[in-house]
C-alpha cells in the first residue's frame, strides 16, 4: 500500500481524532535503535519515541517476547516465575517502602488504578493535579488532565478537581534565580489541599508528573516535589508520583524522576517505556496501601502481568543495566543541553533550554521580555528537521517547546547532528526574531 | 521456583486483590492448544480461557508478532498498512454502519472510550446496565457493573447508572417457555431509560454484554436484543454491546453475539480474544458517532494500533476463517450442552444448561423448584475436576454456574470427556441433591 491508500483507508476506517504527525505525513516501516526508516530506505532519526526506550526492536527485547509468547501466554490467576521475578526487580528500582506491584496494560490504566487506590485508602474523592498535566485517556484521567479538560473539545475543570500551577521556573510567576520558586510553587499545592478540604471535599492525592512533559518538559526548582509531597501528607492525601512518560533512568541520574527532588511518592506509575513498546504500566505502592484496597473486591486485569509482558518487562531491565542506559541519557543530554544552549546565544527564539538526561525541551519564543509564544515557527522548525530526517516535536500549553525525548540509545553524536540541522533551519529567514 | 517460593513472592510483591485460582494453585508453565501444562509435565484441559482464542501459543500468531516485532512497533501517529488493513478486516465481520475503528490495549479501555463516545455523541452522561454485568476494572467501568458495585467492597450503585433486570429465563420473573419473555425482559430496559429521562438524567447509552458472562452466562430469550435496542432509539440513547466475552466467533452461528439477536449495535467494544493474549482491544462504531467524537480533542493510545498488535490481530482473523473455528464452537458447543443436558437428566444438582457454541453455563442448584444456589458444591465440582486434569470455573451472581468458554479448538471429544469426569464427580456422594 502506498501513503495514499492508507491515508484514504484511515478516512474511512479510523476516528478523525487521531491526527498524523508532520505536514507530510511519514511512512515508516521499519526500526533499529534510535532509527526509523520509510519506504524508500531513508532514515530518520528519532528524538521523541520515549516508548521504544531501549532502542526500536531492541533483539533482546524481541527474543525474550518470541520465546515467552510460544511457550506460554495466560493470566495471573495461576502462578508463574516471570510476575513475581519481575515484580521483585522493578520493586529494586524504587525507594524501600515502595514495593507490592499491580500490572496493567498502559500508563492510563495505571493512573486509573492509582486514582481507584487513593480513594479507597483515603475514602476522599478529590485530586489535586498540576496544570497543563495529562494522565491519559479514560474518562476519569481526561477529567484530572487540565491538558485535556482546558484544551479543544474539553469540558472545562470538573469539581472534585483542583489545579496547582504547573511549577515553570520560565514563563510561571516564580522564576529562575528565585531561591524559594520550589517552596513557592509547592504553596500552590498546598493553597488547593486547604482550599478543597475548606469546600468541604479534601484530597484524595496530588497526582503530579515527577517531571512534566505535556506542560513543557518542565524541570521543577529544587525542592518543590519534596516540599508539595510533605504538604500532601499533612492534609491527609497520598502522593502519586506519574512516570509513564519520564520514568526508567531517562533523567540520567537516577531510575525515576522524583528521585531527583529527593521526594519518595506513595504510588507510583509506570507505562510508555516500561515494554519498549509492548502494551504494559504497572502501579508499584506501599503494603499498607496495597492493603487498604484490598476490600473484598477483586481487581483483575485480563492482560496485566501475563508471562509474556513480565518477560519483556525483565528484558527491558536487563539491557538499561547491560548497556548502562540510564549513564547514556545522562552524558548525551548534557551534551544535547550544552549545544542547544549554544545555538540559543546565536538564535534569540530559543528562549529557554531545560531538561533531565534525555528528556529536554527547548522553548521558542518571539521576544524574550514578553516570552510570546514562537507556536507557528515551532511547527514550522519541526516540519523543517523532519525534512532532514530528524523527529522532533512539539508540546507544552502553547505548543511552542521542542520536545525531545529519544530512546535511550541515543548518541552524544547525534545530539551534535540535531544541534547542527538546527542551527541551518534556524538561519534561515523564517524563523528570524526581531 | 517452586509454587511455595512463587506464593511466598505473590504475598510480598503483589496486591492481595488479586486472587489465584483453585484451592490448590496451579503452577502452569507450558500452553498449547486447548492444554496448559504443569511443571511436571501434568496436561489441564482449559475449559475457562477466553483469552487464548485460537488456542495457546497458536504458531501463526506467534510467528506474526515475532516478525512484526522484529521490524517495527511504534505507534499510529505514522503511516503504516497494519492499522488500516486490520481496521478493514475487523469491519469486514460487523454489520454494514459499525466501520470506524479505535484501537485500544484492553476491553477495559474499549468500554472506556465507549463511554466516552456515547456521552460525547449524545451530550448525556447517565447510562442503563443489566444487573450483574461486569465492564472493566477502571473507576468509571466499575461504576457500570453491578458485578463490582454490589459485590464485595462495592460502594453500592452511583446515581448516574440505572439497572435493568438481568434477563435470566430460568431464575428470573419471565422464564422459560414464556414467549414474551425477550419483551417483559425489554420493557425492563425501556423502564430505567423512562426512568431517567423523568428524573432529569437522560441515558446516554444502553451498555450490555450481548451475551451475559459473569451474570451466569445467561442466553436472554429471542427478541430481547433487538427489542431492548428499539427502546433506546427511542429514548434518544445510544446502544453499545459488550463483546469482549463472547466475541470472534465463540457463539457458533455468527461473528458476534448481538447477531444471534438479529440486533444492531452503534458501538461494538472488543477485547480479550481479539489478540489471543496479547494486550488489545478494540472499540467499533458508525461514522457518525466517531465524527461527533472528533471535536477538537485528540484521543490518543500509545499502544493502541501499533503494528505487533495489529498483525496480531490480523493472524486471529486469519485463524478463525482458515481453521472453520466458529464452525468448530457450533458443533463442539452443541456436543458439549447436549452432554451436559444429558448428565442433567440423572444429576438433578445440574438445574440449567444453557449456552451459545462455546459459551456454556451450567447452574447448580439444591432445590429445583426454590433454586436454592449449590455454591459450595460448584465450588467443590471445579476444585474436583482439576485434580482431573479438567479447569472449569464459576460465576453469576450466587457462583453457582459452571462457566465453560475455552478457546475455540477445543473438540467434541473434550467435550465428552468433561462431561464423563463429571458424571463420575457427581457421582460422589458430596453432590447428591435430595
Known amino acids: 500500500m502506498n501513503s495514499d491508500e492508507i491515508l484514504e483507508l484511515r478516512d474511512r476506517h479510523i476516528g478523525g481524532s ?21 519506504t524508500e530506505g531513508r532514515a530518520y532519526l528519532d528524538c521523541v519515541n ?31 516465575e516471570n510476575i513475581v521475578e519481575y515484580a521483585q526487580r522493578l520493586s529494586a528500582t524504587l525507594p524501600g517502602p515502595l514495593e507490592v506491584c499491580f ?17 479507597t485508602a483515603t475514602d476522599r474523592r478529590d485530586v489535586v493535579v498540576i496544570d497543563s498535566a495529562y494522565h491519559g485517556n479514560t474518562g476519569a484521567m481526561v477529567e484530572l488532565s487540565p491538558y485535556k479538560f482546558d484544551g479543544r473539545g474539553g469540558a472545562g475543570k470538573p469539581d472534585h478537581v483542583h489545579v496547582a500551577p504547573a511549577p515553570d521556573p520560565y514563563r510561571g510567576p516564580f522564576r529562575h534565580g528565585d531561591p524559594d520558586a520550589g517552596e513557592r510553587y ?17 484530597a484524595a492525592a496530588f497526582l503530579a508528573e515527577s517531571v512534566p512533559g505535556c506542560a513543557g518538559q518542565i524541570v521543577p526548582p529544587e525542592g518543590y516535589l519534596r516540599s508539595a509531597f510533605e504538604h500532601t501528607r499533612a492534609a491527609g492525601a497520598l502522593c502519586v508520583a506519574d512516570e509513564v512518560q519520564v520514568g526508567f533512568g531517562r533523567v540520567g541520574t537516577h531510575w525515576w524522576g522524583f528521585e531527583v527532588q529527593r521526594a519518595t511518592p506513595d ?29 473484598g473486591m477483586e481487581y483483575f486485569n485480563t492482560f496485566g502481568g501475563n508471562p509474556v509482558s513480565c518477560a519483556i518487562g525483565l528484558a527491558v531491565l536487563d539491557v538499561i543495566e547491560d548497556e548502562g542506559l540510564m549513564e547514556n541519557a545522562r552524558v548525551a543530554g548534557e551534551r544535547f543541553q550544552a549545544g542547544l544552549r549554544e545555538l540559543a546565544a546565536s538564535h534569540p527564539i530559543i528562549g529557554d533550554v531545560r531538561g533531565l538526561g534525555l528528556f529536554i525541551g527547548a522553548e521558542l519564543v518571539r521576544d524574550p521580555d514578553t516570552l510570546e509564544p514562537a507556536t507557528a515557527e515551532a511547527s514550522a522548525i519541526v516540519n523543517a528537521m523532519r525534512e532532514r530526517g530528524i523527529l522532533l516535536s512539539t508540546d507544552g500549553p502553547f505548543d511552542n517547546v521542542i520536545k525531545i525525548k529519544p530512546p535511550l540509545v541515543f548518541t552524544a553524536e547525534d545530539a551534535d547532528r540535531v544541534v547542527s540541522e538546527l542551527d541551518s533551519v534556524l538561519a534561515g529567514e523564517a524563523f528570524a526574531v526581531s
Chains 1, 2 share one sequence.
Open 18 to 38: 487521531l491526527s498524523v504527525s508532520y505536514r507530510r505525513p511519514l511512512h515508516i516501516v521499519r526500526g533499529e535503535r534510535q532509527f526509523l526508516f520509510d
Open 103 to 119: 500490572f496493567v496494560c498502559s500508563g492510563s490504566e495505571a493512573n486509573e488504578l492509582a486514582l481507584r487506590l487513593a480513594r
Open 267 to 295: 504510588i507510583v506509575t509506570l507505562g510508555k517505556p516500561i515494554g519498549n513498546g509492548h502494551p504494559l504500566g504497572a502501579v508499584v505502592t506501599t503494603r499498607a496501601i496495597a492493603d487498604a484496597f484490598d476490600n
Open 50 to 80: 520515549n516508548v521504544c526506550h531501549v532502542g526500536h526492536c531492541h533483539p533482546r527485547v524481541v527474543e525474550a517476547a518470541g520465546k515467552q509468547m510460544a511457550l506460554l501466554n495466560t493470566n495471573t490467576r495461576y502462578l508463574h
Open 186 to 202: 509547592a504553596e500552590g499545592v498546598a493553597a488547593q489541599l486547604t482550599a478543597a478540604a475548606a469546600a468541604g471535599r479534601p
